[in-house]
Every structure is written in C-alpha cells, then in structure tokens.
C-alpha cells in the first residue's frame, strides 16, 4: 500500500495515545537524521522511546532525546530500562506523522 510520508502502517504503543515511555535506552554511537522526522543525538546521551513502528520500517523507532521527538533506527539504541512490557498494535494514524516544514 502508498504510505505517503508514513514509515509504516502500524506501530506498537505502550497506551492507546502512545503517550506513554515505552522505555528508555542510552545511544551507542552519534546518529544525524536524513531529514527534520529524525530525531538527532550524540553517543551517551538518554533516548525515551514513545512507540516502535511495525511492518517495513521496524528498524525505526519514535522517540524524544531532550525536548527534541522524531525517529531513529533501533539498532542505535542500548535499553537501560522499560517502563511497560505491554503493547498494543495500532494504525500509524497520518494526523500523528511528522511532517516537515
């Protein structure tokens, strides 16, 4: 199917709004994003995951390094600690992509 600017079409959440920590995790390496939908970080720093993308994509992960949200590939992520255990499959809904202005 056309996605769109969507990464995939469903995702995994720790709650219905995907608003709350799924877990937290600590960067292994310093990852720029190709594009604003990426969120940017240094090796060391926090990185709190909100939800985990589901189908082609899910080697993308969203998520909040400070005040900054957007995506990052998985794989740069060491988990430290989950806040939930549970999760819910969901639609990845198009008022809740990032977009780029």
């Given amino acids: ?32 994003g190709p594009d604003c939908r990426f969120v940017n970080f240094k090796k060391g720093e926090a990185v709190y995951v909100y939800y985990k993308l589901k189908g082609e994509s899910t080697e993308l992960w969203a998520g909040s390094v400070g005040s900054d949200f957007g995506y990052f590939p998985k794989d740069l992520l060491e988990i430290n600690h989950n806040y939930s255990n549970e999760e819910l499959e969901l639609p990845t809904d198009v008022s809740l992509v990032l977009f780029c202005f």
Avoid: T, Y
Wanted: aromatic share 6%.
């Fill in 1 to 32: 199917p056309d996605l769109g600017r969507r990464f995939a079409e469903r995702k995994r959440c720790a709650d219905l709004e995907c608003s709350m920590l799924m877990c937290r995790g600590k960067a292994m390496r310093d990852f720029k």
